[in-house]
């Protein structure tokens, strides 16, 4: 079976743009999550989508927003970028999502903000 | 709320020797318990789990036990070798009020092994 997929591995950016990022999960799951990665705040969870459906969100502000499609793919948006918003931008994948289930992450985009 | 407590990198240990990386948690309920390790450049892998007391979850060599008691879940290997030079992430896993799941991670630990 294919791993979690995320593209694109690498962007650039400057402040107040927007950017998106997309995430294919593995074959068969239908919950993904996002989580931002900073040496600051270590690893932080963004949001949960399940069935194209955001059922949790992490304390972030507005501009981070995300969807997820029939297909289970998700993309997460964020809009008006600054300086901080510089991460590694982690998707991971799951079956179900019960507290039981494994998250697989796929290899992150990293995101310079400039 | 939930939260994780991992010891404070970076560790560096020669090849051969034993490893602990201490994780201790706070949860409500049930929670499982993960390691992942992260090598540079690359996403979270999953190391090993526990989901209930008293398991023990293993993977190449690491043992992990899920301590209720102590709410710990130290992670421990015999023997490491430079290829496990990596940061590891000890990590909860809660079922939501909405369904669904997140993890909660530590802040990692690096673990440096030299020959």
Known sequence: ?114 | GNSVTQMEGPVTLSEEAFLTINCTYTATGYPSLFWYVQYPGEGLQLLLKATKADDKGSNKGFEATYRKETTSFHLEKGSVQVSDSAVYFCALSNILTGGGNKLTFGTGTQLKVEL
């Open chain 1, 1 to 114: 079976k294919a791993g979690v997929t995320q593209t694109p591995r690498y962007l650039i950016k400057t402040r107040g743009q927007q950017v998106t990022l997309s995430c294919s999960p593995i074959s068969g799951h239908r919950s993904v999550s996002w989580y931002q990665q900073t040496p600051g705040q270590g690893l932080q969870f963004l949001f949960e989508y399940f069935s194209e459906t955001q059922r949790n969100k992490g304390n972030f502000p507005g501009r981070f927003s995300g969807r997820q499609f029939s297909n289970s793919r998700s993309e997460m948006n964020v809009s008006t970028l600054e300086l901080g918003d510089s991460a590694l931008y982690l998707c991971a994948s799951t079956s179900t999502a019960t507290s039981t289930d494994t998250q697989y992450f796929g290899p992150g985009t990293r995101l310079t903000v400039l």
